[in-house]
Every structure is written in structure tokens, then in C-alpha cells.
């Protein structure tokens, strides 16, 4: 009896040192070289918390701001339980997007992969990505833009801000994202709110609530409601899509009549699980994205009255020059508008939707002396060189004319990424800029408005508006 307790003893402090040895070999992993400084935080946890703590300002995250002071602008930390080198240098930005394909390649934690499926086109690499991408170009590049979508946009922007004006406030974020949603959903899915039966925004606002929220799938939490809408939007897509498969008959009419084509095909390179998450993420990307940062634009005009003139000045200029004031806006007045592209640069600038950027090394990465082992993952943080006072001055001041005289961007640079860069920057970039520039024109051209409540921001780390922003809408005289 007496050598029980000497056996327990002996379990623990087995397990005790076993327990110290993985923390150590944790927190020191074993490198070819030399690792940027920065913590792995606590075993699996990391810094996971930290990196998801609320932000109630524009400015850069506390979590990356507090380490680039501390460590310089390459620096290791842990979330989610990866080990992830965080880019806040423009130079170690622009390598990783100009070597995609060579020495890295497009990853995301596995959380995201669960949300927006394991075949994401985020997920894909080489031809299969190219060959969506030209796809998406189908529907989202200048061509079918300037021909069928500025005209739609337009027509959608005077209805919808029509039906406002009528009101005594309107929550400014979720009439965009109705808005935006039901122009784009058309295009990709034939999809009429007035015409369905199921509520398909429903199932994406459940999703976006807990896109970037800590990944606990337990019933109550972000998470889980975030699971549960991509579930239920996913059995609408797939249920269309079976519809349409068993009718060879039916004439193209929308994007997921292209992809019903592409599996047709003898050896089609498309299959079902691709065509399906490609729908769900395009979906996503098309609405939210933009509705928060058109939100967070009308925000940031209203709050500064010097822009909102020169914006209005060239706005009402464009009415005045045209036969019919009441005509819908054109290909050509849209591409004159100098001042708004400055503004629509400016509010991505300092709005930053996407917090992160995330490659994977390929390979051991040398850069300034330290080594990105091979396997680790690298988040670009497009904030970080955004709001730099060395590359922007006075970074947090709404100042589109600090884009003036600027080469057009058509892609990313060292010190603009809102759209990514490399052979990932956005394809839906234009398209973005279309919605925005239309909206604008069609808001400040023919109504005022006020504040009513909210425009309170918060980012944890994605941007998103607590207590929404409700305005109410004037029609000019």
C-alpha cells in the first residue's frame, strides 16, 4: 500500500515535467535561423485573445500597435492556434504578394476554412484559381460593368434612397447591405426577395455576425450562428443548383447559369463542391464588404463638411452638363469623377475591411536577418501601413486630397493593399468602386440628411458598427 502513493507521485510529476518540456518546445520551436522577436503566447490559446479584443477607433489594432513598439514591424505570434509571422513592413508585404505561387501561397486559419467551405476559392491555388478568377471577370469586369451593371446600380441606388427618404430614419449599414445584396444576388443567382420564399440575407447576416468572432462552436455563441447561417444559405444554393441540373433546357440568364454550363462541359475542370463554395464566398464578398465601407464613408463625410462639398461641386456639375437632369448616370460621367475616386481611395484607406492578409511559407524565408520557417503561415496587415504616419500624414484625418495627382491604383502597392495585391488583388475591386461612386452620386445630388443615432465603430479585428448608424434623408428642393 505504501508504494501507491510513490506511484502517483511519480504519474504527476511525469506528466509535470512532460507538460513543461511541450510549453518550452511550445514557445522555442526549432528554427533554421533566426525567428523575428515576438511571443507564441500560452500553449494552443497563443495570443488568440488579444488579437480578437475590441478596438472602438479607426486606428491601428492595440494588439499589432503595442508589438510593432515593441519588437519592430516583423514580429511572431500564435492565434488560433497557429504560428503566424504579422507583416506591418511594406517591403516584407509587397515580396510575399509579388512572390504568391513561388515562396508562398494563399492560407487562412482553419476556422475560416469550416465558414466559407474547404474548396473556397481562397483555398485553391495555380490554374484552378486563375481559371475562376477569369470567370468572376465574366460578371465583375469593366466590360459587363460599363454595359449592364452601372445602369442596374443606378437605378437601384434613386429607388432605394427614394423609399428612405420616406422615412424617419433608416440603420444606414443594413439598408446598404439589402441594397447591395439584392443587385448582386440577382446577377449571380437569378435571386428575387420579392419572388423567394426563403429569406437568403437572413442566413448571410447570421454568418457575418460571427465571420471574425473567437471560434467556440457552442450553441449561443457568434460562432455557432455564424456555422448555422452558412449551413442554411448553403442548402438554398444547393437546392438551385440541383434545380437547374435537371433542366438542360434553360437559357443562361445569371452567373450560376455559367458555372451549370462549365459542369456540363465533357471533362469539365469545375466541380459541384467548388461552384457551390465559389457562389457562397462571391455572395459574401459582393455585399458586405462594401456596404461597410460605403457605412463607414457617409460616416466620415458627414463628419467633415469641407469634403462633402467638393464632393457635392462635382456631383451636381455632372447633373448640370447633362440634357436630361433626371437621366441615369453614364460610363462616362462615371470615369470623369476625379474627386470621388480620391474619396473612394481615402475611405478604403482608412475603413480597411480586411484587417489581414494571410500566405503560408513555402519554403524557409529569409528577410533582415530573420527566417519565416517553412510552414508557417504570414498575416500582411494592410492597417499597419495604412494608418503609418511616416508613409501618410496625419494617417487618421479624412483627406481625399492627399490622392491628388496620383497615378491611377490598379493594383496593389507597397503602401495600398485595401484590395490586396499580387495575383490576388480583388476582382471584385471595380465593381466596389462602381457601387460606391453611384450611391454617392444619387445621395448627394438629389438629398441632405442628419445624424440620428449611432456611427460608433468597433473592430475586433473586422470593422463593424454596434449600434448601427441611423440617419435620416431629405429631398432636395
Known sequence: METLPIAVWSVASAIVVASVLWAYRWSHPKVNGRLPPGSLGLPLLGETMQFFAPNPTCDVSPFVKDRVNRYGTVFKTSVVRRAVVVSADPDLNHYVFQQEGKLFESWYPATFTEIFGRDNV?????????????????LYGQENLRAVLLAETDAACRTTLASWAGQTSVELKDGLSAMIFDITAKKLIGYEPSKSSENLRKNFVAFIRGLISFPVDIPGTAYHECMKGRKNAMKVLKGMMKERMADPGRQRQDFLDIMIEELRKENPVLTEAVALDLMFVLLFASFETTALALTLGIKLLTDNPRVLEALTEEHEAIVRNRKDPDA????????????????????????????????KALQDIEFKGYTIPAGWAVMVCPPAVHLNPEIYQDPL??????????????????????????????????????????FMHCLVTK?????????????TPGLSFPDGFHLQLFPKN
Open 122 to 138: 481562397g483555398s485553391l491555388h495555380g490554374f484552378m484559381y486563375k481559371y475562376l478568377k477569369t470567370l468572376v471577370l465574366r
Open 328 to 359: 441615369g448616370l453614364t460610363w462616362a460621367e462615371y470615369k470623369s469623377m476625379t474627386f470621388t475616386s480620391q474619396v473612394t481611395l481615402e475611405i478604403a484607406r482608412i475603413a480597411n475591411i480586411v484587417p489581414g492578409i494571410f500566405r
Open 447 to 459: 438629398y441632405r440628411w442628419r445624424t440620428v443615432k449611432g456611427g460608433n465603430i468597433v473592430r
Open 397 to 438: 484625418a479624412f483627406n481625399p486630397w492627399r490622392w491628388q495627382d496620383k497615378m491611377e491604383i490598379t493594383g496593389g502597392t507597397k503602401h495600398f493593399m485595401a484590395f490586396g495585391g499580387g495575383l490576388r488583388f480583388c476582382v471584385g475591386t471595380d465593381l466596389t468602386k462602381v457601387l460606391m461612386a453611384t
